[in-house]
């Protein structure tokens, strides 16, 4: 695997959807490579820590438009992130 700069701050520096297309793939290697330090490693731990973390934070930005959701790749980055360990 090649070298990363740490998840946690390229989750930050996320700005865009190609950003967050190399964030997905640095995560993915990181389950693979690194499984113990992912309390959630099953598809349905994960997608329940998803859940849980999603359900207990309040919204992160507001929308700018009718268009926008108000969720930024950056957002989206943090939820996958913190779906790893979250209960």
Not at 8 to 14: F, K
Not at 15 to 33: G, I, N, P, R, Y
Not at 36 to 55: C, K, V
Not at 67 to 74: N, V, Y
Request: hydrophobic share 35%; glycine share 4%; charged share 25%.
């Amino acid at each position: 695997m090649p070298h990363h700069p740490d998840i946690l701050e390229m989750a930050q520096r996320i700005t865009s959807k190609q950003d967050f297309l190399e964030f997905l793939a640095v995560l993915t290697d990181s389950c693979e490579a690194a499984p113990d330090q992912w309390e959630n490693s099953t598809i349905r731990a994960y997608l329940e820590g998803l859940r849980g973390f999603t359900q207990d934070t309040p919204d992160a930005e507001p929308p700018h438009s009718e268009e926008c959701t108000g969720l930024s790749w950056r957002r989206l980055a943090e939820m996958l992130l913190a779906a790893r360990v979250y209960d």
